[in-house]
């Protein structure tokens, strides 16, 4: 297993335009969670998938996100109308309980211009 | 709400001195403890994992404690080398709900000069 894999790895998007992004988790991993990250700070949680079942949003998570996880594989996330404030990086993580520590994937780096 | 504060925010120190980066937190009610590494525009490469039950965890040049009681962690660097210059966070898992999700600080910005 290669682990958690991100796509794409970089995103530069006009104002307004939709984007998608895809995580691939670690095969045998159920828990899939997303993360927010801007410039300094540390990542922010945004929402937590248990197999195919979103259990957890945070409120960052506006109505112009949603995110999926089909048949509790991988995962995407999409912005609507993306807005300037939205540039940041996304990180995935993915596990099969706390007890085992996370493994994170190489995060998709979001411009808005 | 679990804070996680990370002291100080950058340190820069000459290669082969031995350094601690400091974490705090407000809230003992956690699960455990994962420290990680960031290089520029990357993601998250875990460095070590404490259970709340455990005291300590050893990787190479890196030891990791934890004292639940008081809300600290600590990573001990020894021998630091340039490659290890790098953004390293904390993060702990809160106790209280069920998604297990990760609290992190702002990290700490290492630079180690040759």
């Known amino acids: 297993d290669t682990g958690v894999s991100q796509d794409p790895r970089h995103k530069i998007t006009k104002r307004g335009q939709n984007v998608t992004f895809r995580c691939d988790p670690i095969?045998?991993?159920?828990?899939l969670y997303w993360y927010r990250q801007t410039l300094g700070q540390g990542p922010e949680f945004l929402t937590y998938?248990?197999?195919?079942?979103?259990?957890?949003k945070s409120r960052l998570l506006s109505d112009r996100f949603s995110a999926e996880r089909p048949k509790g594989s991988f995962s995407t996330l999409e912005i609507q109308r993306t807005e300037q404030g939205d540039s940041a990086m996304y990180l995935c993580a993915s596990t099969l309980g706390a007890y085992y520590g996370y493994t994170f994937g190489s995060g998709t780096r979001l411009t808005v211009v | 709400k679990q804070e996680v504060t990370q002291i100080p925010a950058a340190l820069s120190v000459p290669e082969g001195e031995n350094l601690v980066l400091n974490c705090s937190f407000t809230?003992?009610?956690?699960?455990?403890l994962q420290w990680f590494r960031q290089d520029p525009g990357k993601g998250l490469t875990s460095l070590l994992l404490i259970q709340s039950s455990q005291r300590e965890q050893t990787s190479g040049r890196l030891n990791a404690s934890l004292d639940k009681s008081s809300g600290r962690s600590t990573l001990y660097i020894a021998a630091s080398q340039p490659g290890d210059s790098a953004t390293y966070l904390c993060a702990v898992v809160p106790l209280q709900g069920g998604s297990e999700k990760l609290v992190f600080g702002k990290g700490t910005k290492l630079t180690v000069n040759p």
């Open positions: 809230d003992s009610a956690i699960y455990n």
């Open positions: 095969s045998e991993h159920n828990r």
């Open positions: 998938f248990q197999n195919e079942a979103q259990l957890e």
